[in-house]
């Protein structure tokens, strides 16, 4: 009878001593946990404050301090890919492109899609030299993912591959490039259309150049600088009637002097060309015998202003077509240049020549001088 209260109470004591060890161990897990926490907090702040500081160092022109500031971040969170990567980013700026490199593979290795990492591997790949490499890297980071404003970054990153290509000669490959900005450029931003034409003008495509142009100005008809684009591209494609339309509208929205010397030029180039199309033969006869007798004029004023003392003489281009033009003025009239399309082409070679060695030798020419040597040397294109 005695033993059983002392089982219950002994059963009781250990019950007791059970549920005061499981609390205090609760108690401890909490406080562990706790601990942790707040260590891992604290961890993150430190990568977080280094982080700011190898921002600020690196925006600030110190890549060797913003590397160190990096490098302490990543001692509380060696596995933060955007704190190796920033790393990365500041041996790049250093100058330490072998060190760089290995961070940034090690990135790309684990997200080759990356967009900023396939950036920084070209940047990389162009201080080294190896332009294969550059320009694969720089379509990855083109096609590759980007967290804030992707089609912005696109087209910036494809701005600098294209001027990459061009610097190494590699026009082709710009021109592709080029074409793949405008095939992604919105219909209605005018001012990307011109950039478009702009750089279509340094990979010598004038037609495309020309449509972007015309795109632009679809959106915004009375952009004077547009509208000037578009004439000068048009004036050296050898399409003056729509020259002469960009540049009179260009001269009214925002006269000036360069704008307006090229409406009169191109002007004097469709007043005065014999070879326009649509011309009848009385009217292609007049004009030649017009540019033919300006010739003239020229050459003698040229002459004129040569033939000065001490010595009277004349260079010998000149002395050339002196003698050339008084055996052609025996040949060349209004009669005879309309019964032969021959001798209408031969007194406007004549005349671009007297154009090119007056120019040569007396000093720049005026509007109608130019539109005639012009005049010539298109014939000359077109009828090689």
């Known amino acids: 009878m005695t033993s059983e209260p002392q089982n219950i109470v002994s059963r009781y004591v250990q019950r007791r001593a059970l549920l005061l060890s499981l609390l205090l161990l609760a108690l401890l897990s909490a406080i562990t946990a706790a601990l942790a926490r707040t260590y891992h907090a604290r961890e993150e702040d430190l990568v977080s404050e280094w982080s700011q500081k190898g921002n600020a160092d690196l925006a600030a022109g110190k890549p060797t301090l913003a590397f160190e500031d990096f490098r302490n971040a990543l001692s509380y969170g060696p596995d933060n890919p955007d704190v190796q990567l920033r790393l990365a980013e500041a041996l790049l700026a250093d100058g330490r492109y072998t060190e760089a490199r290995s961070y940034l593979v090690n990135l790309w290795d684990r997200g080759p899609s990356s967009g900023e990492v396939n950036l920084d591997l070209a940047h990389v790949s162009m201080q080294t030299g190896e332009l294969d490499q550059a320009i694969r890297y720089f379509r990855g980071a083109i096609f590759g993912s980007w967290g804030k404003e992707p089609v912005l970054l696109r087209r910036k990153i494809r701005l600098e591959l294209c001027e990459f290509l061009l610097s190494h000669g590699r026009t082709d490959e710009a021109e592709g490039e080029i074409s793949g900005l405008a095939a992604d450029t919105p219909a209605d931003n005018g001012a990307l259309r011109e950039e478009n034409g702009l750089l279509f003008l340094r990979v010598g495509e004038p037609g495309k150049a020309l449509a972007e142009f015309e795109a632009a100005l679809q959106i915004n008809p009375r952009q004077s600088q547009w509208l000037a684009d578009a004439g000068r591209v048009a004036f050296e494609d050898g399409d003056y009637l729509k020259a002469e339309t960009y540049f009179s509208k260009s001269d009214l929205e925002n006269p000036s002097a360069e704008i307006h010397a090229s409406l009169v030029l191109v002007r004097d180039v469709l007043g005065n060309d014999p ?5 009848s033969d009385e009217e292609q006869t007049r004009r030649t015998w017009r540019d033919f007798g300006q010739g003239l004029e020229d050459l003698r004023k040229c002459a004129s202003s040569t033939a000065g003392p001490p010595s009277g003489q004349l260079p010998s281009d000149l002395q050339q077509l002196n003698k050339e033009a008084q055996e052609m003025q025996r040949r060349v009239n209004l009669k005879s240049l309309g019964g032969s399309p ?19 030798t007396c000093g720049p020419s005026a509007s109608l001088d130019r539109a005639l040597t012009i005049i010539e040397k298109r014939h000359e294109r077109n009828n090689p």
């Open 275 to 279: 070879y326009l199309a649509g011309l």
């Open 342 to 360: 021959e001798l209408r082409n031969e007194a406007m070679q004549f005349v671009s020549r007297i154009e090119d060695a007056a120019s040569r």
